[in-house]
């Protein structure tokens, strides 16, 4: 840097000291503590949220959020967590849906029974009811996998607390998708109408207990995978 460039920094640092000198502003003998009256409003408040700044502009960063995507691994549906920078949009959750199983998951055998092509054309909320139009290449889709691919969408959808049942619609009319019994429905449908496809987690299993000495034994404990437990020895 010049001695040029220097001279206007000196100046106002000479004009500073100046003021401060003719305000009167000098230092105290002791330490004093401001009363929360003294202190100008809005410096006290904590209720603010993490902001960044980029080119002189300071933007407000919103929370991460989690949701939950079901794909198809051994004709069962599965849970899969993905996060966004704040809550998403029904159109963007649909979207990530339809983008398919990260390389990772397809790894590990996800897969997704909406197949490659755009399935769902839109989808809108009318209060708690997510209204999904359905584009034509739906009838594409193997009829074995139909249902899975109606579940996917509806339990993706009905994780939010937002949504409690979805009505599909194809070209803006109602038609019948099937739920997880294969049976077909032309009503909206909910998290509870997949629940025989959902694979749930699977829990500790605990072993079987013996029957009673000295009598017929009982049946022995069910495991938690839900298989029945062998039957009790019979007593001498």
Not at 26 to 31: C, H, L, N, Q, R
Not at 70 to 96: C, D, I, M
Not at 192 to 207: G, R, S, Y
Request: a neutral charge; one cysteine or more.
């Amino acid at each position: 840097m010049s001695v040029r460039s220097w001279q206007p920094v000196l100046g106002l640092a000479v004009v500073c000291a100046l003021t401060v000198a003719a305000c009167g502003v000098g230092a105290e003998s002791k330490a004093h503590v401001f009363s929360s009256g003294e202190v100008p409003a809005g410096i006290l408040d904590r209720s603010f949220q993490p902001t960044t700044t980029v080119g002189g502009t300071s933007t407000t960063l919103a929370p991460m959020t989690s949701y939950r995507l079901f794909f198809v691994q051994s004709g069962k549906l599965y849970e899969v967590v993905r996060t966004s920078v704040g809550v998403p949009t029904l159109s963007a959750v649909v979207e990530t849906l339809s983008l398919g199983p990260t390389s990772v998951e397809i790894a590990a055998q996800f897969r997704s029974a909406l197949g490659s092509s755009t399935v769902v054309s839109s989808v809108r909320a009318n209060g708690a009811l997510a209204q999904v139009d359905l584009a034509r290449s739906f009838s594409d889709i193997p009829r074995s996998d139909q249902a899975l691919a109606i579940g996917q969408i509806t339990l993706t959808l009905t994780d939010r607390p937002d949504v409690l049942r979805v009505q599909f619609t194809q070209v803006n009319l109602t038609i019948d998708v099937p739920k997880g019994d294969a049976s077909l429905t032309h009503e909206p449908v909910g998290a509870d109408d997949f629940k025989a496809l959902v694979k749930l987690p699977a829990a500790p299993t605990t072993a079987s207990a013996s029957g009673p000495s000295g009598a017929s034994g009982g049946t022995g404990a069910v495991t938690a995978s839900g298989a029945t437990g062998t039957t009790g020895a019979t007593g001498p």
